[in-house]
C-alpha cells in the first residue's frame, strides 16, 4: 500500500466519523438535549461512551425559598445496564441488563483515564474539575460533573452574578472536554466503535 492509499483511507475514515459526529448532534437536537450539555453528549457518545441524562447547569431561584437562587452545576449519567433493572434480576429483562453491564461496565475506568489524559495538558480553570462518581452507591449509575469550589447558593461572599460566573466555568470546562473527546474521536488512528450501544 503506497502513501497515497493511506491518505485516501484516512479521508474516507476522516468523512465517515464526521457524518457520524453530525448525526450524532441532529439527534442530540431532536430528542431535545440542553444546549449546554449536547457538546458534551455528543463527544461522549461518538467515543462510545453511551449517556442516560444530563444537565447544561443552571442558576435557578428555588420554589421552596423564594427569591433565593441556587446553582446546578453541569453533569452526565450514565447507566451501565437498562434503567431500572438490575442486572441481577431473574428475567430475561435482568440478564439482558447483566449482559448489557458487562459490556459497559469498562467505562468505569475509560471516563477517569480520559478525565486524567485531559488534564495532562490542562491545568483546571478558576478552580473547576471533573469529577467521575458512581450514584448513590449504586454499582450501575455514574455521573461526571464540572465542580468548583465555593457556594452554590447566594451568601454574603456570592452573589447572583458569582453564581453565574461558577456555572460559565463550569460549563466552559465541559466544553473543554468535550472538544478534547471531538478531537481525539476524529484522530485518524481511532476506529468507528460501537460496541456499547
Excluded at 491518505?7 to 437536537?29: A, H, S
Excluded at 478525565?115 to 458512581?134: A, C, D, H, W
Excluded at 460533573?145 to 460549563?171: H, M, R, W
Aim: aromatic fraction near 10%; charge should be negative; hydrophobic fraction near 30%.
Amino acid at each position: 500500500m503506497n502513501d497515497y492509499s493511506l491518505e485516501v483511507k484516512e479521508e474516507e475514515l476522516l468523512k465517515e466519523k464526521r457524518t457520524l459526529w453530525d448525526t450524532l448532534v441532529k439527534r442530540g437536537e431532536e430528542i431535545g438535549v440542553e444546549d449546554g450539555a449536547r457538546e458534551i453528549v455528543v463527544a461522549l457518545n461518538a467515543n462510545n461512551l453511551p449517556t442516560a441524562w444530563s444537565c447544561g447547569g443552571h442558576v435557578d431561584t428555588s420554589i421552596e425559598q423564594t427569591d433565593d437562587y441556587w446553582q446546578r452545576n453541569p453533569w452526565v449519567y450514565f447507566e451501565l445496564c437498562e434503567h431500572h433493572t438490575y442486572p441481577s434480576e431473574d428475567s430475561e429483562e435482568g440478564r439482558a441488563s447483566a449482559a448489557l453491564f458487562e459490556v459497559r461496565k469498562g467505562m468505569t475506568t475509560e471516563v477517569p483515564e480520559l478525565i486524567e489524559e485531559f488534564y495532562k495538558t490542562r491545568t483546571p480553570q478558576n478552580g473547576v474539575r471533573l469529577m467521575f462518581s458512581k450514584v448513590g452507591g449504586l454499582d450501575y449509575l455514574y455521573r461526571l460533573d464540572a465542580v468548583s469550589d465555593g457556594p452554590d447558593i447566594i451568601t454574603e461572599d456570592c452573589d447572583l452574578s458569582c453564581l453565574n460566573q461558577k456555572l460559565f466555568y463550569q460549563q466552559e470546562e465541559m466544553r473543554a472536554f468535550a472538544k478534547f473527546l471531538e478531537d481525539r474521536y476524529l484522530s485518524p488512528s481511532r476506529p468507528i466503535s460501537h460496541e456499547r450501544g
